[in-house]
Nanobody, 126 residues
Framework: QVQLVESGGGLVQAGGSLRLSCAAS????????MGWFRQAPGKEREFVAA????????YYANSVKGRFTISRDNAKNSVYLQMNSLKPEDTAVYYC???????????????????WGQGTQVTVSS
């Protein structure tokens, strides 16, 4: 089992920044690829960003590319999402997830992740 707890969400004005954190406990964190997803009211959960188990490769949704950065610190069992130039359409609950597969063919699919956090709310005002 892997337990994931997100933090760092909040209310920010458009153009601002937030840094989300996801702390993991349980089985070996460094064995898992990590992803960030988000879900806005009335919409399906969508992929945001992912990082391989080693941190050597990352992948982003087109909507956040160039604005968001995913990183991880395996020594701290943590993954991060730095969000810059935030837009109102970034408003959503953000979830981190852990899965055993690395590779772009897997990252975007929610079914490829075994463990999920409870989510943290990000609200961007215009």
């Amino acid at each position: 089992q892997v337990q994931l707890v997100e933090s760092g969400g909040g209310l920010v004005q458009a153009g601002g920044s937030l840094r989300l954190s996801c702390a993991a406990s349980g089985r070996t964190f460094s064995r898992y690829a990590m992803g960030w997803f988000r879900q806005a009211p009335g919409k399906e959960r969508e992929f945001v960003a992912a990082i391989s188990w080693s941190g050597s490769s990352t992948y982003y949704a087109n909507s956040v590319k160039g604005r968001f950065t995913i990183s991880r610190d395996n020594a701290k069992n943590s993954v991060y999402l730095q969000m810059n130039s935030l837009k109102p359409e970034d408003t959503a609950v953000y979830y981190c997830a852990a899965g055993p597969y690395s590779g772009t063919v897997y990252y975007t699919r929610t079914t490829m992740y075994d463990y999920w956090g409870q989510g943290t709310q990000v609200t961007v005002s215009s």
